[in-house]
């Protein structure tokens, strides 16, 4: 029995990959900024409710007033305030780990019809670099945030960019990051240093997505085990 159990919880875990490993973030379409989910530039259908928190911001820190356009499967933001910054909140609440697959429900719900291998709680952050500021390098509040130590508009191809990772201001060690063409679920990814920092290779210009993801135990919660933290940072580079 023990044989045959190791090679199915390997194969839950590859059918699950699809819908577990989607990512979000924003990027440029057809002059307004849209909310992707997926994989690169394949975006997925949701729910729009799961877009919450949008803000804007100018180069000095102030609020820019940002339009939600949500439609029947996506959400996009207007740009016509011309904002140097904009963060959103994806928060589509509980799922599980099965070995019959990934499941949209908290484990309460699942009680008694799954066996869970992992319960999760997912937070995911969004943040969009429109124009080029002198404030980048500093935070704009978000719970999980990838903070840029420079400009990413002054960074040419060929060069890295410093980023920082942070959890409630704090940096954060060991969080995973990728980019937008790297897969977000590798284990060999690589990993933030005791300060939270580490350099991206900057190997082109157009668009490009920075990732961060960290898990940490979740107590007191009767639907989750682990609180997923995911960070998606976004520019474009002409």
């Not at 919450?52 to 305030?81: I, M, P, Q, Y």
């Not at 959890?167 to 300060?195: H, I, R």
Request: with cysteine; net charge positive.
């Amino acid at each position: 029995m023990f044989k045959i159990f190791i090679p199915l919880i390997a194969l839950v875990f590859t059918c699950i990959q699809p819908a577990f490993s989607h990512v979000v973030w924003l990027q440029p379409k057809d002059g307004s900024l849209m909310v992707m989910f997926g994989h690169a530039e394949k975006c997925d259908p949701y729910k729009p409710k799961f877009v919450t928190d949008v803000k804007g911001f100018d180069c000095k820190g102030a609020a820019v007033a940002v339009e939600t356009v949500r439609g029947k499967d996506k959400v996009s933001l207007s740009l016509k305030n011309k904002p140097a910054v904009i963060t959103a909140l994806w928060d589509s609440g509980y799922g599980l780990i099965t070995t019959e697959g990934w499941k949209k429900m908290g484990k309460r719900e699942a009680k008694g019809k799954y066996n869970i291998i992992e319960a999760i709680k997912n937070l995911r952050y969004i943040k969009a670099l429109l124009a080029p500021c002198d404030t980048f390098a500093k935070p704009v509040g978000e719970a999980f945030e990838i903070v840029p130590q420079k400009d990413p508009f002054s960074v040419k191809p060929g060069e890295g960019l410093p980023v920082q990772v942070l959890l409630n201001g704090k940096p954060v060690e060991g969080a995973d990051m990728t980019t937008y063409d790297t897969d977000p679920y590798s284990k060999n990814n690589p990993k933030t240093d005791k300060e939270g920092k580490i350099v991206i290779p900057i190997k082109r210009n157009g668009f490009h997505m920075i990732h961060a993801q960290f898990k940490t135990p979740l107590k007191d919660d009767p639907d989750a085990d682990i609180l997923r933290y995911s960070s998606a940072l976004s520019f474009t580079l002409k």
